[in-house]
């Protein structure tokens, strides 16, 4: 069953706005990722944070993770056309092998 | 990039015949997943490889098969497609299961008619 859920579902923003984006996940997790999906590409991975932490930055992303409400946030700040892309949660349970993914916010950046 | 290959990149087919996907490696990683991504549905897992010849079963495995006869290679095939089975396939591999952060190939479109 899929572990991660994404909201919203779609988010269009003017080139320079900050997107941010939530994830919601069921069980407890040993960390939790977030992929960026260019359209017809393979996903990448932009951040990890581990159940531990409960904000990491790389670069103009922020991410948060609260354990209590079992959620997580992806900011991107100052967002540029390039930010135009599909971004997936994935969760990795404590006691599991695989990563859940949700099924993905789509990011629209205006020019 | 990580050297994650998969072929073909596109293929269309007819219900009921057999087809195999590759995914090729060059990192040396030790697991590698095979993933569908569908409309609505994010990547779901299909199977999942921990070692050579050590393979297991992911939430969607229903129709597939897969095998791993050496490191760098992890093949999944579709015994008889079915319609169902149209999809976008990924293959991924990761150092570290407990952890790690996972490497996708380009995606195989299959189209089964």
């Known amino acids: 069953s899929q572990q991660g859920e994404e909201d919203p579902q779609a988010l269009s923003i003017q080139e320079g706005e900050n997107a941010t984006m939530n994830c919601s996940y069921k069980?407890?997790?040993?960390?939790l990722q977030w992929y960026r999906q260019n359209s017809g590409r393979g996903l990448v991975h932009l951040i990890l944070?581990?159940?531990?932490?409960r904000e990491k930055h790389s670069g103009r992303l922020r991410v948060t993770l609260d354990t209590s409400k079992k959620s997580s946030s992806l900011l991107i700040t100052a967002s540029r056309a390039a930010d135009t892309a599909s971004y997936f949660c994935?969760?990795?349970?404590?006691?599991?092998?695989?990563?859940?993914f949700g099924a993905g916010t789509t990011v629209t950046v205006r020019a | 990039d990580a050297g994650i290959t998969q072929s073909p990149r596109h293929k269309v087919t007819e219900t009921g015949t057999p087809v195999t996907l590759r995914c090729h490696q060059t990192e040396n990683h030790r697991y590698m997943y095979w993933y569908r991504q569908d409309p609505g549905h994010g990547l779901r897992l299909i199977h999942y490889?921990?070692?050579?010849?050590?393979?297991d079963k992911g939430e969607v495995s229903d129709g597939y098969s897969v095998s791993r006869s050496k490191t760098e290679d992890f093949l999944l095939t579709l015994e008889s497609a079915t319609s169902s089975q149209t999809s976008v396939y990924f293959c991924a591999i990761s150092e570290d299961q407990n952890t790690g952060e996972l490497f996708f190939g380009e995606g195989s479109r299959l189209t089964v008619l």
């Open positions: 490889s921990y070692g050579v010849k050590d393979t």
């Open positions: 994935a969760s990795r349970g404590v006691d599991d092998y695989k990563l859940s």
């Open positions: 069980t407890s997790i040993n960390n």
């Open positions: 944070i581990r159940s531990n932490e």
